[in-house]
């Protein structure tokens, strides 16, 4: 199977020799690497690629195309089996086999997406660290249990070339990669998520950034919402398996509301303590939306589920972590599920309602 692996850059390498470096280094014949150097080149891109002529293509716009047309445009081009979308602030681990365990997944799904760790620079990317870790375990999840995925988040995963094809390649969205789950999801493809290929993923370092970046996440998940929700969800009711699979996460939604109830409604607070023990037991995703409830916990002077609860997501998480081989600082933690949690999902609601209301976001290079 020949794997094309193809990397866009705009303006800033960033980790581009450390990718080629890497992707070079790898025991796989059958390999290409293409760069897309999108709108006009400079001395820092021309330096490294300069490295690696020899042994790469490069392919140059010219004109700042955007990176949805730079993809579509070079793709449509390959003659190979396997496509490796590479965004230029990944780094790969030191496994001289990565191309050849990658290549297995291939042959039997559609889709890899590498699970991505963050890498960490300063208290935002640490705090971002642990975002990351929750979105691992969701969609591994997702990928264990049913074997497919409506979303993923694409800085680096595979997909098969004829698939990629057939899917029409990229729409120009703001969120590319997530759009293109969502179709193939429709179209049934087969998704998986290995722990082995796990890589690191660049993040925001500071607060603009971080709040740059939840603006255009808004903006896509409004968009995303608008196009493939109902179909994702027909999708999903004639499923049993990804049915199984969403109720991991339909569970805590239940299990919080049902807390609150009995607490608030009946005054039975062990009820309560022993739903929340197991409803943080899966509490990945819908901790997010339904923390608010824990803080009426401590309000009301209940503190044993909010510790319950607590000891119980950061076991998870810890749990996660040495799994998938990540970062976990317990202190950190405690800041991430007492103030980060809270503050990521009142900003997200903002932010959806301000995209809702037309507000404009910026959306750099990727339409």
Known sequence: MKITAVIPVYKDPRDLKTIVERLLFFDYPEKEIVVIVDGPTNEAIEHILDLYRNQIRVHYNGIQKGKVMSLNDVVHTLETDALLFIDNDIIFPQDKYFLKKLAIYLENNEIVELPKEARVNT?????????????????YLLAKLSGHSP????????????????????????NEDMDFA???????????????????????????DWINQ????????????????????????SMPSLLLAIGVFVLPMVAYILSYVLLHVFRLG?????????????????ALLFNFIQYSFLLGGN???????????????????????M????????????????????????????????????TQWKI
């Open 182 to 208: 969502a179709r193939s999801f429709i179209h049934h493809a087969r998704f998986a998520f290995p722990p082995e290929l796990k890589v690191t993923n660049g993040v925001s370092d500071t607060v603009k």
């Open 214 to 237: 939840r603006k255009r996440w808004a903006l896509n998940n409004v968009l995303w919402f608008k196009r493939y929700f109902g179909e994702v969800l027909k999708k999903t009711m």
């Open 123 to 139: 208290f935002v990317s640490a705090m971002m660290s642990y975002e990351f870790m929750s979105f691992t375990m969701a969609t």
């Open 327 to 362: 970062r976990f600082v317990w202190w950190e933690f405690v800041i991430f599920y007492l103030f980060y949690l809270p503050l990521w999902t009142v900003l997200n609601l903002i932010f959806f309602v301000l995209v809702l209301f037309d507000v404009k976001v910026q």
């Open 303 to 325: 503190y044993i589920p909010f510790l319950v609860s607590f000891l119980i997501t950061i076991l998870s998480y810890g749990l996660v972590a040495r799994h998938f081989r």
């Open 151 to 174: 979303s993923m988040n694409g800085a680096c995963f595979a997909v098969r070339k004829e698939w990629f094809d057939r899917m029409g390649g990229f729409h120009r969205v703001i």
């Open 270 to 286: 062990i009820l309560s303590s022993l739903v929340f023990l197991v409803s943080h037991a899966w509490s990945f995703t819908s």
